[in-house]
């Protein structure tokens, strides 16, 4: 067997082939980040599917460029591009103003956008920039685009969480970062916010027709990742047969989207298998770190996060 053949083989233990053949034709999604990596793919698999799919991109130029491309790989794909920066209100609210001006319903808001263990800046707005555009920007958004999905109920909410929010700590005594700011630290912090964020919305939302789901795609091969340094770029090398496409990236993302929501737990976070020796070998329903799952935590973070914001949620 090749080199390549024993690689696949090692691949095939950890990761499942899931698939779906669900359609979801008449109906629109926005999902953000998706120029590239697990957004485009995550996008493209869904304008497959007969949605109409808005690519929410910072950069208009890759988003057209990208939908460009969905639109030559999909027969039939509807997608567009429109600019979003997280790292600024005054774009958020531009966004969502040109949602609710072209579009009567929206069914699928997944906030897959996010920047990982970078140096030090700030948002437009003055915040941190990981906390800022991981857990408040995509916070902000959801607020506004709310309305909207209430309207065109059933609709759903996902947000990009990852496994490393086990690792993380909500700082309310420092959320600017201007005390200690560490990388990884405040990527941790952010994801761990995602978590609890998507824990209070499914608790707001209940009753409501509105659901929210947090997911960890794992490890992908994105450009998320070009911030990490050594030793964690040698032992990312060794495991690299690991290491997802940003397509095997998209299925839990995906399957969060499309499986009936009566087989799914409003609120929770989900994560497909990577054990061989697990029973189950598909996406599935995970259990949250502590500080995830703590209710205390997840009301003070949504509190903060409308006061930093200054809005009333």
């Known amino acids: 067997m090749s080199k390549a053949g024993e690689m696949q083989g090692l691949r095939s233990l950890f990761y499942p082939n899931w698939s779906s053949d669900v359609r979801l034709d008449g109906k629109t999604a926005v999902v953000t980040g998706a120029n590239t990596g697990l957004g485009k793919e995550t996008a493209k698999d869904l304008a497959g599917r007969g949605a109409r799919v808005i690519l929410a991109c910072r950069d208009t130029a890759r988003g057209e460029e990208a939908a460009r491309h969905i639109v030559r790989e999909v027969k039939g794909a509807k997608v567009v591009a429109r600019q979003l920066d997280l790292a600024d209100t005054r774009s958020i609210c531009r966004f969502a103003e040109s949602v609710y001006s072209t579009e009567k319903a929206l069914h699928y808001l997944i906030n897959n956008a ?62 600017s970062g201007e005390k200690r700011y560490h990388p990884v630290k405040a990527y941790v912090q952010s994801k761990l916010a995602n978590v609890l964020f998507t824990r209070e919305l499914g608790r707001r939302t209940k009753g409501l027709g509105v659901t929210a789901y947090a997911v960890d795609p794992g490890l992908v091969n994105t450009k998320i990742i070009r911030h990490i340094k050594q030793p964690l770029v040698d032992i990312i090398k060794t495991f690299r047969f690991m290491i997802k496409t940003p397509a095997e990236g998209a299925y839990t993302t995906i399957y969060c989207t499309v499986t009936p929501a009566e087989e799914l737990s409003n609120g929770g976070f989900y994560r497909c298998c990577m054990c061989p020796s697990s029973s189950s070998r598909d996406c599935a329903l995970a259990t949250p770190c502590n500080a995830g799952r703590d209710e205390g935590t997840a009301l003070k973070l949504w509190a903060v996060s409308c006061h930093l914001l200054g809005i009333h949620w």
Do not use: W
Request: net charge negative.
């Open 114 to 175: 996010g920047v990982a263990i970078c140096p030090y800046a700030t948002t437009a707005d003055g915040f941190e920039l990981q906390f800022g555009v991981n857990h408040l920007g995509h916070f902000f958004l959801t607020f506004l685009l709310l309305d909207l999905l209430k309207h065109s109920a059933p609709s759903r909410v996902i947000n990009l969480s990852s496994c490393s929010h086990a690792m993380g700590k909500i700082h309310f005594d420092d959320l």
